[in-house]
């Protein structure tokens, strides 16, 4: 048998780009910065490929594999790269099928089948198969990026497998093709459709007499030690080529972890969804508690059955959903059953389910949540429990290793129990949660990396728990395939004859072992290939930023990206990040990507110039610096505070971009501009405005804002107060934003203060977040601006004295940016504390304030770093309050973000983030709906996109007070 292992001594990384970019493969990238990119996947293994392929039509792939078959290089296929068994990586050329190769080829609602390339990803299939009233049954936590092909590969199951089976159950057929070029299209077969086939002859004919040959060989072995409950997984599904079977060869293939074949098409079958739901929610005092129960359970036929431990609940920040946590029934463990019926059936069976779990021992109690709000939000924590139990609750990292063993259901207590000690004695911890319905639990696990002793304790461990599972009759992995994690480790669960039958398999389909070498057979150990490893010392990088949540490590800052994915996400779910990837689709524009460019450069190995790389700086160009990312990715990477440190590092001792020093500066350079307005104006709207534009790094479609006649600050210092000031004094936050280019909005928010009873105060001089030199990386300015403010703000901040911030990314930066860049300031840190926004002081400050009814409609822009730090949840009760029809929009970032919009070569990117959402939503709002948005940028966007004008949330109380006079 040749491998393919010999070609990758004899070539580098240029020849191999040169001749896929000769063999019209599509797009083709072999430089430092892709290859880094894609050095890794959602698991534990890092492998820098030599070239990476974005076919776009079907003779791209065959083009490329004829390619690397003539220079002997492997094949790597992958999807969204959110495997967490490292099949997705390797040391040859990879795949990259979901940038281009994308499409849905056919969807028949009378047969219920969709016809699909391999990237595309679930959620876009949903989307097009729910107008017919269907879905495609399963349902991976990574639907939202994860594609059909990488599904097919590891046999992706989900939360609704109870009910819909694995992805093996619901492919219908699939056209592939081997590393020898054969194209076969493959599904159920009978013995005359068999004999057919091998009677013509060819490639095609000989594969199948080869396999048909090893399947009547083996029949015994097929039927007892393959298939023997649903989620078994590990190695190859040969059971799929038994007699009584069809010999389905596209089944088998499933789960294959692309080691066989190349998925060019796949024909799936879809169902139909019940009409109605209910989520059930049922505590016990432990999980071992919980899994005891699940047998009895499965009788009430179940859509789904997931499994939460409080440590994986313990570690939830986010606002709205802890307190969607906080309500649950009081427990240690819960198990969410969903029921699918109608309507009127669904009272009654939830009621019966719940009896039925009191009949358990340790059952704390029950809830029906019927909110569909506080359902999503709760199902959000199982759906990001990979990424959440990645950071264990005092701040330890966690890995995957031994992320989704799975026994037979009625075993579930007894192995969590063997488990649970398993890991007491290694004296290991990790959160556990899962699809407890069909026993297949999910654990991240605090496994140190960095020493020789820890990588000796993980290899212990998961060879310890290999034999456990086995014990309990049950499979190394229940959805996510073996990769490197478990493919050395399946001669514990199979016998000798079960592994040969495995190695002819593959010998069958790739007898050059060009596909994905080193997973299931032969494969690579489990403790090599490491991204963290005990001889992988990052480079010494000292920060501005302290990095305290990481040990003030930036290193360990940028491992804070597992590959997860959550920024992949194109569609918009109520979350900001990542703006960017959503216009482009491109992994370098992804947070991911960012972050392993980051990580690469801490390690110098790949990336060797450390704060001086090009391919970092070019990979951060595009990001907003909107910290959506900070709220939204389920382990908290923070790209805008990342972005600000290598900046700050890239350009020291060089000359800047312009616009660093024009939007950089911009509240300083506005200053002497608001001396002369009228002139300032003038020279930005003459025909001088291109040179000027182009002078200043801004991009020549922008218009340049006009600056106020008057700044707020002169206005509000010759105004007498008025109100009675019964509240006590609230200090009004000017920012520069507002103070030069819309006074009105600070003064309508010190006629909302002034009404609800606060006797408005300003800071001596004229103060300034330093949120512009932040997000240019201009560090060192920017701390000592902020030293200047805390200064000013600080006796207010030590009495108590709430701050109130009306433009969102200055509130944001005094309440989280301020803090960081002054680590160990207390005045700081009480700054921090007193800020709050506008709806937050009134809700939370006034609760007795009686606001003005506006019997309005609005829709609703909710600033980035709004999102990020204080969420909309003051403002919507604020305008429930008033009476106002408020919808508030899934748009996620604007697209302007401050400086990043302005700037020359991010125009388009800018304008196509806005007119995902936000931008048609308000060309089709009527002409009465109010378009609320509190960010300087967003109504800026706003009003250069559109017809319509955004009113901040103080105006438009504001304009409702009886004694409101309208300012200038």
Known sequence: MTTTAQ?????????????????????????????????ADASNYRQVPLAVVFPRERRHVLN????????????????????????????????????????????????????????????????????????????????????????????ACGTHSVAWGRTADNVVELEVVTYRGTVVRLGEMSRAEIDEAIAAGGDRGRLIASLYRLAQRNLATLRTELGRFPRQVSGYALEHLLPEHRFNLAKALVGSEGTLAVVLSATVRLVSPPRARALVVLGFRDACAAADAVPALLDHRLLALEGLDQALTDIVTRPETRAAIDTLPAARAWLFAELGGTADELPRRARELAAAAEQAAGFTGSEVVTDPVRARRLWRIREDGAGLATRLPDGSEAWPGWEDAAVPP????????????????HRLQGAVYGHFGEGCLHVRIDFDFTTEQGTAVFRAFVTDAAELVAAHGGSLSGEHGDGQARSELLPLMYGPDVIALFEQFKNIWDP???LNPGMIV??????????????RTPLPLATVFPFHADDGDFAKATRRCVGVGKCRTAAHRGDVMCPSYRVTLDEKDSTRGRARLLYEMTRGEVITDGWRSTEVRDALDLCLSCKGCSADCPVGVDMATYKSEFLHHHYKGRIRPASHYTMGWLPLLSRPAARMPRLVNALTASRLAPLIKRLGGIAAEREVPRFAEQTFLSWFRTRTPGGDGRRGPVVLWVDSFNNHFTPEVLKAGVAVLEH??????????????????????????????????????????????????????????????????????????????????????LVHHAPDWQPPRIEARSISQTHCHQHATSGFGADGTLLRAM????????????????????ERGHYEVSVAAGEQVLLPAVRAASPDTVVLADGFSCRTQIAQQTDRRGTHLAQLIARALPSHRPHA
């Not at 063999?23 to 892709?34: H, K, L, P, Q």
């Not at 499409?103 to 949903?126: H, K, S, Y």
């Not at 488990?419 to 004695?425: G, I």
């Open 756 to 841: 609800a009873g606060f006797r408005v105060q300003v800071p001596d001089g004229t103060q300034c977040c330093g949120l512009t030199w932040i997000t240019t990386g201009q560090l060192g300015i920017a701390r000592r601006i902020a030293q200047r403010t805390v200064t000013a703000l600080a006796p207010a901040a030590r009495a108590g004295t709430p701050v109130v911030g009306l433009e969102p990314s200055c509130t944001a930066a005094l309440k989280t940016d301020l803090p960081e860049l002054l680590d160990g300031d207390a005045d700081a840190r009480a700054l921090a504390r007193a800020t709050v926004t506008l709806a937050e002081l």
């Open 522 to 535: 032969r494969p690579l150990p489990l403790d090599g290939n490491l991204r963290v490893g005990p001889h």
């Open 512 to 514: 050059d072992n060009g």
């Open 883 to 902: 009476g106002v029809d408020n919808t508030s929009l899934d748009s996620g970032c604007c697209g302007l973000a401050g400086n990043f919009g302005f």
């Open 7 to 39: 070609g990758l001594g004899r070539l580098d990384a240029a020849a191999v780009t040169e001749a896929l970019d000769r063999g019209n493969c599509g797009e083709v990238a072999g430089d430092t910065g892709r290859r880094a990119q894609y050095s």
């Open 410 to 425: 009625r075993h579930l207590g007894s192995y969590l129990r063997a488990f649970t000690a398993l890991l007491e004695r």
């Open 64 to 155: 490329a594999l004829a390619v690397c078959r003539r220079l002997g290089v492997p094949v790597t296929s992958r999807g969204a790269g959110t495997s967490t068994s490292g099949q997705a990586v390797g040391s040859g050329v990879v795949l990259d099928f979901s940038r281009h190769f994308n499409r849905l080829l056919a969807l028949d609602p009378q047969a219920r089948t969709a016809t699909v390339q391999p990237g595309i990803v679930l959620d876009d299939l949903q989307t097009a198969a729910a107008e017919h009233g269907l879905l495609f049954g399963p349902d991976p936590s990574t639907h939202s990026r994860c594609t059909l092909g990488g599904m097919i590969g590891n046999n």
